[in-house]
C-alpha cells in the first residue's frame, strides 16, 4: 500500500532531550517536507526536500533539524525540544512538484514538558 | 511573498445546505492549487486539485472548486452537505518550482444532522 509511515504517534519528552521523529515513504517520491499543526494557526511548513542531500527551510525551521539522505527517508531531529515545539507533526510527500499533491503521514503529537 | 488566505474560520450549516468555503491565495509564478480536508483525529486528505485546464474541478465526495485567475481565487463547493463532511478544510498553493505547499489557515465545518 502507498503510504507515509511517521513514527512514533505519540511522544512525550522532556525540556532538552533529544529526539527523533522518523518518515518514510514507499512511493518513490522526490519532494518531502515536515508540517507542525497548531490550533489557529492551521499548517506551517518546517523543512523540505526536493531530492536527496537537498534541503531548504520552510517557515519556522528554528528548533529542528532534517536530513534526506535516502530517498525514502526523512527524519525530523529535535536537538534541544522545548514546550513550544509541542505540537502536532504531520510529514508529507509528493512524486515532484507541479500537479501532484503531497500525501500526508498519520501524523506524531509531541509533547515538550 | 506567497500566501493563502481562507475567509471563513468556522462555518456552521445544516444538512443538505449549500456549501462555499473561500480561498485567495498571493502567488506570481504557476500555480498549483489544493484542498485538503482533515476529519477529527486524522491526517490531511486531498479533495481536489487544479493545476491546469478545465477552471472547474470535481473532486471527490461531490466536491468541486473554481479557480479564477483574475480574482486569485479557489473556492471551494458542495451542492448539500452531509452530516460526514464535519472536518477542517485546507487550501494550499504549490510552487510548481520548489514544490513548496503553503496552507491556509483553515475552515471549521461543522454539519448538524
Known amino acids: 500500500e502507498a503510504q507515509v509511515t511517521q513514527n512514533p504517534r505519540y511522544l512525550i519528552t522532556v525540556t532538552g532531550k533529544k529526539l527523533t521523529v522518523t518518515c518514510s515513504q514507499n512511493m518513490n517520491h522526490e519532494y518531502m517536507s515536515w508540517y507542525r499543526q497548531d490550533p489557529g494557526l492551521g499548517l506551517r511548513q518546517i523543512y523540505y526536500?526536493?531530492?536527496?542531500?537537498?534541503?531548504d527551510k520552510g517557515d519556522v525551521p528554528e528548533g529542528y533539524k532534517v536530513s534526506r539522505k535516502e530517498k525514502r527517508n526523512f527524519p525530523l531531529i529535535l536537538e534541544s525540544p522545548s514546550p513550544n515545539q509541542t505540537s502536532l507533526y504531520f510529514c508529507?510527500?509528493?512524486?515532484?512538484?507541479?500537479?501532484?499533491?503531497?500525501?500526508f503521514g498519520s501524523g506524531t503529537r509531541l509533547t515538550v514538558v | 511573498a506567497q500566501s493563502v488566505s481562507q475567509h471563513n474560520h468556522h462555518v456552521i450549516l445544516s444538512e443538505a445546505a449549500s456549501l462555499e468555503l473561500g480561498c485567495n491565495y498571493s502567488y506570481g509564478g504557476t500555480v498549483n492549487l489544493f484542498w485538503y480536508v482533515q476529519y477529527p483525529g486524522q491526517h490531511l486528505q486531498l479533495l481536489l486539485k487544479?493545476?491546469?485546464?478545465?477552471?472547474l474541478v470535481k473532486g471527490i465526495k461531490g466536491f468541486e472548486a473554481e479557480f479564477i485567475k483574475s480574482k486569485f481565487s479557489f473556492n471551494l463547493r458542495k451542492p448539500s452537505v452531509q452530516w460526514s463532511d464535519t472536518a477542517e478544510y485546507f487550501c494550499a498553493v504549490m510552487s510548481s518550482n520548489t514544490g513548496k505547499l503553503i496552507f491556509g489557515q483553515g475552515t471549521t465545518l461543522q454539519v448538524k444532522p
Open positions: 508529507a510527500s509528493s512524486f515532484r512538484a507541479g500537479g501532484y499533491g503531497y500525501t
Open positions: 487544479y493545476f491546469s485546464g478545465d477552471p
Open positions: 526536500s526536493m531530492n536527496v542531500e537537498v534541503t
